[in-house]
């Protein structure tokens, strides 16, 4: 039993200041080449594994890919500032999420469904370190390299 049912008192109403008639925030906008970073990660070292699990939803892509980028002469402020950067660029993100896929498919039984990823980064002593964690149903029974909805070329 709750103590309002046992008769306590509610709290009492509360005076807002209301709403200001400007609001001001100062930011650092930073803006990265897409370019440069698609250079740097189709540079970078790849390591992936994962496996195939079979739950409630079906077969199951689980993996991992972490992407090595080596950074020369650079600094573990510079590092940083760049591992914090990637996770919340979309262009890096979407880069990473595109090479973890890849890989994935590439060791993939079947051929995958829409993905989930999950992407972190982290300075590295030889540059910065993207992890991505990629979770995907397997499409059983359809073609490698196949797309959904368009039919199979008949054998004529």
Same mark, same amino acid.
């Given at each position: ?11 009492? &109403? ?11 925030? =100062? !930011?650092? @906008?930073?803006?990265?080449? !897409?370019?440069?970073?698609?250079? @740097?990660?189709? =540079? ?25 980028? +080596? ?10 500032? &760049?591992?914090?950067?990637? +996770? ?6 979407? &880069? ?8 994935? =498919?590439?060791?993939? =039984?079947?051929? @995958? ?5 999950? +992407? ?13 964690? &990629?979770?995907?149903? @397997? ?6 390299? !196949? ?5 199979k070329p008949s054998a004529t």
């Amino acid at each position: 039993m709750n103590a309002h049912a046992l008769g306590a008192p509610k709290p009492g &109403l509360a005076k807002t200041r209301g709403d200001r008639a400007i609001f001001v925030r =100062s !930011a650092t @906008l930073v803006r990265g080449s !897409a370019a440069r970073w698609k250079e @740097l990660l189709d =540079s970078a070292d790849v390591v992936s594994e994962g496996e195939e699990r079979t739950d409630r939803d079906g077969p199951q892509w689980l993996g991992s890919s972490s992407l090595i980028v +080596v950074l020369a002469h650079s600094g573990e402020k510079e590092r940083e500032f &760049l591992a914090s950067l990637a +996770v919340r660029d979309p262009h890096v993100r979407l &880069l990473a999420t595109r090479i973890a896929r890849r890989e994935a =498919s590439a060791r993939a =039984s079947a051929p @995958l469904g829409r993905a989930s990823c999950e +992407v972190r980064a982290a300075a590295d002593p030889r540059g910065l370190r993207i992890d991505v964690d &990629l979770q995907a149903p @397997l499409i059983v029974g359809a073609r490698r390299g !196949a797309r959904a909805g368009r039919p199979k070329p008949s054998a004529t």
